[in-house]
């Protein structure tokens, strides 16, 4: 199931559809995905430069998908879902909803035994805009299986889209209590209180979907889409530091190190970024092994760049303090944010290995850099 991000093309309630390109808006505006795909399916053969031909019908695709059983037929869907995604992609289409769809196609079999035939069921009446026969069917399946994520989440969101909003948050809140590490939940609740006019409300819920699952575009675009609408902007801390040390070969056959340092002119700068890059250059040699003896190959953790961050703040003159590539990391260290800051906004493949441990026991602190130095209203 996807939430549609309706666009100011949506007609108005008692606009009676007068075109196929009407008809084909009314039904995917009221959620009738079979009702809309094959008009989309006409209209994107017969305008095929029309980007938002391409994204819709990659969106019904995509819903479709969805509610089908693994098998040919869904694969089928799958490839076609991803090349009128691509074809959007490739005119310009540059919208939140495409790089949703993109995202949920690089994964398709994330959804994957996740739908039992009753839930299965649902989502084909959802497929057809029998909303009242898809709730029916996801609060069953909530009541006969206290683990399934998935149906508090559509039952909210069937509740979202009859503008129930009070029922809407109560089933996204099961949904949270079934797995609080999943962004989505989070997310539509926060698209039911910005409904509901109340934006201030709904800013705790996109902060928690990103601390949910920060390395997912979703939680993101909705923080975005929350700022841009609210006067304020998502800006990162600014921390430049340099390139990671490198591994060479020496003339002995021997691994050697290079250090890199980010000099901007000054011995300061010179004598922050050398300790902080000889730390990770220690890091790899020797430090790694004895921190992590049960991993045998050496990757970038929180730890390391944590530690190393520290070591440059530790030789920092403080009469330098100020300047701006040092300033946001003094604060960031006086506020005991550094790790926050680390997982969220300078991750790699390496340190997103270490986020579940740490987001299981600094939620707050989480909460807090994104509120404090990633929501910026000036």
């Not at 909803?97 to 959802?126: G, H």
């Not at 190959?297 to 009469?319: C, F, I, K």
């Not at 040092?326 to 390496?350: C, I, P, S």
Request: aromatic share 8%; with cysteine; net charge negative.
């Amino acid at each position: 199931m996807l939430v549609l991000l309706c666009g100011a093309d949506a007609l108005a309630a008692s606009d009676a559809p007068t075109t196929e390109a009407d008809a084909a808006a009314a039904f995917y505006h009221e959620g009738d995905v079979l009702g809309a795909l094959p008009l989309y399916e006409r209209l994107a053969a017969q305008s095929p430069d029309n980007p938002l031909y391409a994204e819709r019908l990659a969106a019904c695709l995509m819903m479709k998908f969805e509610s089908l059983p693994t098998g040919e037929e869904r694969n089928a869907t799958i490839a076609r879902a991803r090349v009128a995604a691509e074809h959007a992609k490739s005119l310009g289409d540059s919208s939140d909803l495409l790089q949703v769809i993109l995202e949920r196609l690089a994964n398709p079999a994330a959804a994957e035994n996740r739908l039992t035939p009753k839930l299965q069921a649902a989502e084909e009446a959802f497929s057809r805009g029998d909303f009242d026969r898809a709730l029916t069917g996801y609060q069953e399946v909530a009541a006969l299986d206290a683990s399934s994520y998935e149906a508090r989440l559509f039952a909210g969101d069937i509740y979202f889209r009859k503008h129930d909003l009070k029922q809407a948050g109560d089933w996204f809140q099961q949904a949270i209590l079934v797995d609080p590490n999943r962004e989505t939940a989070y997310r539509y609740w926060g698209d039911a209180l910005v409904a509901a006019g109340d934006p201030g409300a709904a800013l705790p819920k996109f902060i928690e979907a990103i601390v949910a699952e920060p390395y997912a575009t979703n939680p993101w675009l909705a923080l975005k889409r929350w700022a841009k609408d609210n006067g304020a902007v998502i800006r990162p801390p600014h921390v430049p530091v340099p390139a990671a040390p490198t591994v060479t070969e020496g003339k002995n056959g021997k691994p050697g190190i290079v250090i890199n340092t980010a000099p901007n002119g000054t011995a300061n700068s010179t004598a922050v970024w050398l300790a902080y890059s000889l730390n990770r250059a220690q890091w790899r040699t020797e430090t790694f092994a004895k921190r992590f003896p049960g991993e045998k190959q050496y990757r970038h953790t929180l730890a390391e760049e944590v530690e190393s961050l520290q070591m440059a703040v530790s030789v920092l003159d403080p009469a330098s303090a100020g300047d701006p590539d040092f300033q946001d990391l003094v604060r960031l260290n006086k506020d005991n944010m550094l790790e926050a800051y680390v997982a969220l906004t300078a991750a790699d493949d390496g340190i997103a290995v270490d986020y579940p441990g740490y987001r299981s026991g600094h939620r707050d602190l989480l909460r807090a850099y994104v509120e404090k130095y990633l929501v910026r209203r000036d």
